[in-house]
């Protein structure tokens, strides 16, 4: 197979609109370390790298062992460079290692600078679940333990490593919001994951989804996006203007009725699409809110 991608395809194979499940956590994390006086800009720029490289490493690294599992062949949904012929298995692997090559980098500069040397095994742990989600013999993305995953990592372990290389402690409120961001991601997965289950059934690819049913899977997605808001609520004893996080119902709001009326197939990308929107504008005025109390 000879690499005729574009650069706009290589672009749309990272998928630029799962980015805001990177970015959020570390603005929530740096607004959580500002609400304790301990903001550093520069600290907060390396967390973010860090968490951007990872989210399209891991973003490669799907496509790359979806594709040549052949899981991707009838799949509904964003162009892959695998599974649709456009790039080789091994220039779309060397891109996911690239990026993880990257996040390395930035992250061990971010330990050397703090101090917090036990850091780089968090990082070991969060490159390797990033490759084992679809790769290698049993990846666990292919066991219904991908919202799990992401919930760890694109949730606690993003939220508050920000916090803790800028203050070297945990806060309530840093646990909260991690909590909160861990419950967006894992729903940004989840209506993912429920737009494929019909594909992903025949293929083998025993996500949590597939494994829960249709009617069980929307069940959960309103679950998951409804922690946020009660996050918002109970952090108001903290501030008053995290209440602010509750305007994200506007985004949120159309897609939970989505769920609800049984969306299928491509009528369920605007909810993936809008529950991201969602979670970064929650994170953008939560960390302003955590701001306000430091």
């Not at 460079?81 to 980098?105: E, K």
């Not at 501030?239 to 769920?259: D, E, I, M």
């Not at 299928?264 to 109390?293: C, E, H, K, Y």
Request: charged share 10%; net charge positive.
């Amino acid at each position: 197979m000879s690499d005729m991608a574009t650069t706009a395809q290589w672009i749309e194979g990272a998928r630029p609109r799962t980015l805001p499940n990177s970015v959020a956590p570390v603005l929530l994390g740096a607004g959580a370390a500002a609400a304790l006086s301990a903001f550093s800009w520069w600290q907060s720029l390396l967390a973010l790298l860090v968490a951007l490289a990872l989210q399209v490493g891991v973003n490669y690294a799907n496509d790359y062992s979806d594709g040549v599992r052949g899981t991707d062949a009838e799949r509904v949904g964003p162009l892959r460079l695998v599974g649709s012929g456009v790039a080789s298995p091994t220039s779309v692997r060397a891109a996911a290692f690239a990026c993880f090559a990257v996040a390395a980098v930035a992250g061990l500069v971010l330990v050397a600078v703090t101090g917090h040397w036990w850091l780089i095994a968090v990082g070991a742990v969060s490159i390797a679940g990033a490759w084992y989600y679809t790769g290698g013999a049993k990846p666990y993305g292919y066991s219904g333990f991908g919202e799990a995953a992401v919930f760890l990592f694109f949730g606690l372990v993003a939220v508050l490593g920000t916090l803790y290389v800028q203050s070297g402690q945990i806060s309530w409120l840093g646990a909260a919001g991690a909590v909160a961001m861990g419950s967006f991601s894992a729903a940004v997965l989840v209506s993912n994951n429920l737009r494929d289950v019909p594909t992903d059934a025949v293929s083998g690819k025993r996500t949590l989804a597939v494994r829960l049913g249709d009617g069980r899977t929307r069940i959960l997605y309103l679950a998951l996006v409804s922690v946020p808001f009660a996050v918002s609520i109970a952090s108001a004893f903290a501030t008053p203007w995290t209440l602010l996080g509750l305007l994200t119902a506007v985004l949120v709001v159309p897609s939970a009725r989505r769920v609800t009326r049984g969306a299928s197939g491509m009528a369920l990308i605007p909810v993936l699409r809008d529950t991201s929107m969602a979670m970064l504008v929650w994170a953008l005025l939560t960390a302003g809110a955590f701001a306000a109390v430091g």
